[in-house]
């Protein structure tokens, strides 16, 4: 559970941005995201690799 203290005179907007914030830093919404719908793990790994591959890339691309 998120608890965001609110100091006194602090506008409410503030206040939740810093909620909003703070709730995508602890990852809950990608937590939820995944479970929503199942991956097989083949596609899983296979969506890891091409993303090693793509920034492998963009490595490479660099030092050239």
């Known amino acids: ?3 965001i203290p609110v100091k006194e005179g602090e506008n409410i907007d503030r206040a939740l941005k810093r ?3 703070k709730f995508v830093k602890t990852t809950i ?3 939820l995201q995944e479970r929503k719908q199942f991956k097989k793990p083949s ?3 296979r969506a890891q690799i091409q ?3 793509y920034i492998q890339r ?3 691309a ?3």
């Open 1 to 3: 559970m998120l608890i």
């Open 19 to 21: 909620y909003k914030r």
């Open 29 to 31: 919404k990608n937590q």
């Open 43 to 45: 596609i899983v790994r």
């Open 51 to 53: 993303k090693a591959q």
């Open 58 to 60: 963009l490595r490479d």
């Open 62 to 64: 660099e030092e050239v």
